[in-house]
Each structure stands twice: as structure tokens, then as C-alpha cells.
């Protein structure tokens, strides 16, 4: 089993930066695809960015070229900067992880149906 623990939210304004944490604890070996969700209130879930075990990265529309997305396997930490932050951005963000390679039996990371997933850390962006 995988625990996932996110960190590093909070509230900035509309332009700034945040740089999301999760740290893996457990069996974290063979995890092959991660990425991270977020859930606006009212809002379906949706992906935001993934990546596998071999760095390859996949981003949602909505955030290519504000947002990267790395992978320390040393740590086994995921990291997702934010720059250029917009109030459409403010939701609670998911790390999730998977055994399973990101396209087994999916399109990508984006929409893979991850095993693990953390407790959420909320960002909120003011205009």
C-alpha cells in the first residue's frame, strides 16, 4: 500500500506562484504513473497533470505552460509548480499514484483511475 501526504497550498493572488508537495510512504517501489486532480466546489474532478516513471509529463490544457509537474524517485516526492496563477485555478488539489504504467489501460495519466490517492491541499487564487 501507498500513503500519499500533500502540502504547500494556501492563498495567493492572481499572478503569483505555489509549489505543491506530495510525499510517498509505503511500498513506493514499483509506482509507475502519478499526477495531480483538482475539485473546484460544484465542480467534477479533473486532471491536471501526470507523469511517469520514466519522466514523461502530460498537462490538461488549462494549464500547459503555467504549470510542471517532477518527480524526485530518490525522495519519492511529486512536486507541481504553479506560476501565473488565475482564480480558475483555485480548487483542492489530489496527488494520486498507481502501480500500473499511465497508459495500461487508459489515454494517459490524466485518466488513469489511480489506486492511491492523498487527502487533498487546498489552493485559493484572489483577482
Known amino acids: 500500500q501507498v500513503q500519499l501526504v500533500e502540502s504547500g497550498g494556501g492563498s495567493v493572488q492572481a499572478g503569483g506562484s505555489l509549489r505543491l508537495s506530495c510525499a510517498a510512504f509505503?511500498?513506493?517501489?514499483?509506482?509507475?504513473?502519478m499526477g495531480w486532480f483538482r475539485q473546484a466546489p460544484g465542480k467534477e474532478r479533473e486532471g491536471v497533470a501526470g507523469i511517469d516513471s520514466d519522466g514523461s509529463a502530460s498537462y490538461a490544457d488549462s494549464v500547459k505552460g503555467r504549470f510542471t509537474i517532477s518527480l524526485d524517485n530518490v525522495k519519492n516526492n511529486l512536486y507541481l509548480q504553479m506560476n501565473s496563477l488565475k482564480p480558475e485555478d483555485t480548487a483542492m488539489y489530489y496527488c494520486?499514484?498507481?502501480?500500473?504504467?499511465?497508459?495500461?489501460?487508459?489515454?494517459?495519466?490524466?485518466?488513469?483511475?489511480?489506486?492511491?490517492w492523498g487527502q487533498g491541499t487546498q489552493v485559493t487564487v484572489s483577482s
Open positions: 509505503g511500498y513506493t517501489y514499483s509506482l509507475l504513473c
Open positions: 494520486a499514484a498507481d502501480y500500473r504504467d499511465c497508459y495500461s489501460s487508459s489515454r494517459g495519466p490524466l485518466s488513469l483511475r489511480y489506486n492511491f
